[in-house]
C-alpha cells in the first residue's frame, strides 16, 4: 500500500517515512502542500497523512482541492492543533481521521491500519480468507492454526488484493501501490511474488486464492468474510 | 442590600428643597403681606384721627363739642371694630360704637406725637393715640389725646384670606414643580437607562460594543467602555496567540522525539516515552486552556445545537466502523455564552469519549437552566453505553491530568480539558452511571 506523507518538518517526515516504511509501507513525501497535492493527484496514493501547518498550500486546502477533484483515499490529518475547532474543520475539509502531535507512533500506526482495512470494506482487522485468515493489524497470515511466513512484499501484494475484494488488479496497479515512485519496478517480479503467494497459502493447490485473468489481472478468488 | 436608586435620591432630594423653597416663599410673603396690611391699618387710623380732629370742637368752656355731620356708620355702631376716644383734662368724646368698652390705658403722648401699638397680650386692639394742643380762645392750649382701637380681627381676616390663598397658590406651583420634575428626572434619565440597556445587551451577547447615541456627557463613559471592550478582546487575542504558538511550536519537536524513540531509544524509551506524555498532557491541559480560557467576560451566545451536530457527524466520520446511533433531544434555543471554540473543545471532548468507550449507543440531552435569565446557563447530559468508569476511578478522572485509560488517548486527557474549561466558566462537571449501561457525564453551566 502507498501512503503519501506531507509534512513540512524534515526530522519528522524522516522518522515517520522510516517507520511507514518497516511496517510495510511505500511512502512519497513530501514537505509542502504544493507538492503534496501534486503527489496525491498524480499518483496512485492507498492512503495520505497531511499536516495541517503546511507551508505554501494549507493542509486543509490540500485536503479540500484532492476530495474536490475526486481523489478517495482515506486522509489522515496529522496536527499540532489538538483544538477541536480544527479537527472539526480538518474533518468536514474531507479528512477520515486525526492524530496530534504528539503522537504515540503506534497509535499512528494502528488509525492508519484501520483506516486503510476500512477503505477496504474491513471492520475488523481480521479478515477471513476460506482457511485462511489475514490479520492486518499484526501483517500476519495464518492457514488453518498454522502461521504461513510471508517476505514483505509478498505480503504486500496480498494486502493490496484484499483490500480490493472484487477487483481486478492490474500487475501496474499492483506494482505501482506496493513500490515508491523512485522505485526501480518491474513487473514481472509482480508474477514472481503472486506465484511464490500461491504456493505459501495454498501448497496442496486445491483453493486457487488468487485468480489470473489473462491480460488482465488478479483478482481474489475466495469469498471474503469480514 | 440594594442601594437606593439615583432618581430616588433625586426625587426625595428635589421633593424636600421644593417643600422648603416653597415654605420660605410662602412664610417671606405671609409676614410681608402681614405688614402692608399692618401699615396700611396704621394710615387708616391717623386718617380717623384727622377725621375726628376736623369735627372736634372746644366751645368757650373748654367743652368738646363734636360736628354732628360727622358720622361714619361703623363709628355708630356698637362693637363695630372702630372705636375713638378724645381725651381731654376735663372733659372727654367716645364714638358711639365702644359703648360698653373697656378702653385700656394707653397713657399719654406730647402733642403732635402719635404712637402706634400692636396687639399685644391682653389688648386685642391695634391702638393709635395722638397727641394735640387745642388752642383756647384765651390763647391758652388745651392738651387732648386722641385714641382710636381697631379690633386686631380687622386685619386678621384680611390676612388669613391671602393666607389661604398664597397656601393654595404655593400648593399648585408645587404639584406642577412636582410633576415638572418627574418629567426632567424621566427625559434627564433615559439617556442613563438607555446605556444600562445597552451595557446589558453586551454583557448578554447581543451586541459587541455601545452603539446608541449618547448626550455630550455620556460619550466618554461610552467611547471608554468600548475603547475597554476592544482592549479586552485584542489582550486575549494576543495572549490566546501566544500561548497557542508556543503550544503548537512545542509540539512538532516533540512528535519527533516521540517518533523517534523506538528507533533511537534503547533501553529509556518507555521512560522517556513517559516524560513526553507528561509533556503533551501539560500543554494539553495547561498551556492550551491557559489560552482558551481566556473568555471575554461579555461573550456572545453561540448556539449549541450546529456546533453538536458538526461534532456528531466530524465523529461518525472517525469512528464510522462502530456503526453508533446518536440520540440527540436538544432544546433547540439552547445557548453557550463563552466562546465557540470552547464549546467545540467541551462537546469534542466528551462526544469523543462516548464514540470511544460506547459499544453502539450514544445520548445527548441538555436545555437551559434558567430561560428567563439573560444569561440562560445550560445544562447537558452525554451518555454512552460503554463498560462505564468504575467507582474508584471517579474521584480520579475528576483530578487534574489523570489518565482512565492507558490503551488510548484516555478519558483523562479529554476530561482533564474539560474540568478546566468548565471551571473557567464557573460550571459543574459530574459523572455518574447511565441507563444505557455506560457513564454519564453531566455539565452545568449556571444562569446569570
Known sequence: ?226 | MRSFSLRNRLALAGTLVLVIALGAVGLALNAANQRVAVSSLQARMESYVYLVLAAMEVNDNGRLQMDAEFADPRLNQPSSGIYIQIQGRADHWTSPSSLGLQWPDLGTVAPGQGVFTEPAKGIGFFSYIYGVGWQLADESIEPYAVLVLVDESEIRQETSAFRLGLWRALGAAGIILVLAQVFIFFFGFRPLKQVAGDVARVESGQSARLEGYYPRELEPLARNVNRLLETEKSNQDRIRNALDSLAHSLKTPLAVIQAGLPLHGGKSEASMQNAVDEIRHLIGTRLERAGASTRRTMAEPVAVEPQLQRIIGSLQKVYSHKMIEVECTLEKSMAFYGEKRDLLELLGNLLDNAFKYGESRVRVSGGALDPDASRPGLWMHIEDDGPGIEESQLAQLLQRGTRGDERVEGHGLGLAIVMELVNAYQGALGIDHSELGGARIAVRFPAG
Do not use: C
Open chain 1, 1 to 226: 500500500m502507498r501512503v503519501l506523507l506531507i509534512e513540512d518538518d524534515p526530522r519528522l517526515q524522516e522518522t515517520l517515512s522510516k517507520h511507514l516504511r518497516e511496517a510495510g509501507y511505500a511512502v512519497d513525501v513530501s514537505a509542502d502542500g504544493i507538492e503534496g497535492l501534486y503527489l496525491g493527484e498524480e499518483f496512485p496514493i492507498d492512503l495520505a497523512i497531511i499536516d495541517l501547518g503546511l507551508p505554501q498550500l494549507p493542509g486543509l486546502e490540500v485536503i479540500r482541492k484532492l476530495r474536490n477533484r475526486g481523489r478517495d483515499f482515506p486522509i489522515l490529518v496529522l496536527t499540532a492543533r489538538s483544538e477541536w475547532q480544527d479537527k472539526v474543520a480538518g474533518l468536514e475539509a474531507g479528512a477520515d481521521d486525526y492524530v496530534t502531535k504528539p503522537f504515540h507512533v503506534e497509535e499512528l500506526m494502528a488509525r492508519i491500519n484501520a483506516l486503510m482495512r476500512r477503505a477496504g470494506g474491513h471492520a475488523r482487522p481480521l479478515v477471513e480468507l476460506g482457511p485462511i485468515t489475514i490479520d492486518l493489524t499484526g501483517q500476519r497470515v495464518f492457514r488453518g492454526e498454522e502461521e504461513i511466513e510471508l517476505t514483505t512484499y509478498e505480503y504486500k501484494v496480498l494486502n493490496y488484493l484484499v483490500m480490493h475484494p472484487d477487483e481486478v488488479v492490474t500487475k501496474t496497479a499492483l506494482s505501482e501501490h506496493i513500490y515508491e515512485e523512485d522505485a526501480d519496478r518491474d513487473s514481472n517480479v509482480i508474477e514472481v511474488f503472486v506465484g511464490r503467494l500461491r504456493r505459501k497459502l495454498d501448497p496442496d493447490g486445491t483453493l486457487n486464492p488468487i485468480e489470473t485473468l489473462r491480460g488482465r489481472g488478479y483478482r481474489l478468488a475466495l469469498l471474503l468474510a469480514a
